[in-house]
T-cell receptor
């Protein structure tokens, strides 16, 4: 099952903060976050693993609540370059069956 | 340079005419995957491969075939394309599933008329 993302879209002014949420109905091994700019391929941002390990971007942070099967991506002091569509992806408790969410479109205005 | 390449980047074809989209990676990755992207639906997995000669269905495999005869290549085959396969296709590769990031190719925009 595809994870659920919220909000579907968000518009910010430069310097404002945003939170994007991702939730799954299944027990998870990991949550991945990617950003895609229009007309381009998705680019890796972060991985959050069961047990607390994280890998990824220095300026973007995220959390992973294993018990609730939820993750949140925190974009602070947003820059124009943060605009794009953000996808979470989840792997099940065995590290298999990877599936992406539908995406959250983020627009940062000057 | 580490990369995933796809060809062609753009393709317009007619219903029923067999086509192949190639995908190649130079990172010695074991895991490769094909996704299709449609507005509002995100990236949906078509097929994936854990290693040479090992492939498995993703969420939307109907109408597609794949093969993995070499570690670096993972072609996507549409034996008889239909208009509902018009989409943007991405190939991706990774060291493995679960704990490793995926590297995406530039995408192939396919139109079936």
């Amino acid at each position: 099952q595809q994870p659920v993302q919220s909000p579907q879209a968000v518009i910010l002014r430069e310097g404002e903060d945003a939170v994007i949420n991702c939730s799954s109905s299944k027990a998870l091994y990991s949550v991945h976050w990617y950003r895609q700019k229009h007309g381009e391929a998705p680019v890796f941002l972060m991985i959050l693993l069961k047990g607390g390990e994280q890998k990824g971007h220095e300026k973007i942070s995220a959390s992973f609540n294993e018990k609730k099967q939820q993750s949140s991506l925190y974009l602070t002091a947003s820059q124009l370059s943060y605009s794009g569509t953000y996808f979470c992806g989840t792997a099940d408790n065995y590290g298999q069956n990877f599936v992406f969410g539908p995406g959250t479109r983020l627009s940062v205005l000057p | 340079e580490a990369q995933v390449t796809q060809n062609p980047r753009y393709l317009i074809t007619v219903t029923g005419k067999k086509l192949t989209v190639t995908c190649s990676q130079n990172m010695n990755h074991e895991y490769m995957s094909w996704y299709r992207q449609d507005p509002g639906l995100g990236l949906r997995q078509i097929y994936y491969s854990m290693n040479v000669e090992v492939t498995d269905k993703g969420d939307v495999p109907e109408g597609y075939k794949v093969s993995r005869k070499e570690k670096r290549n993972f072609p996507l085959i549409l034996e008889s394309p239909s208009p509902n396969q018009t989409s943007l296709y991405f190939c991706a590769s990774s060291t493995g599933t679960g704990r490793y990031e995926q590297y995406f190719g530039p995408g192939t925009r396919l139109t079936v008329t």
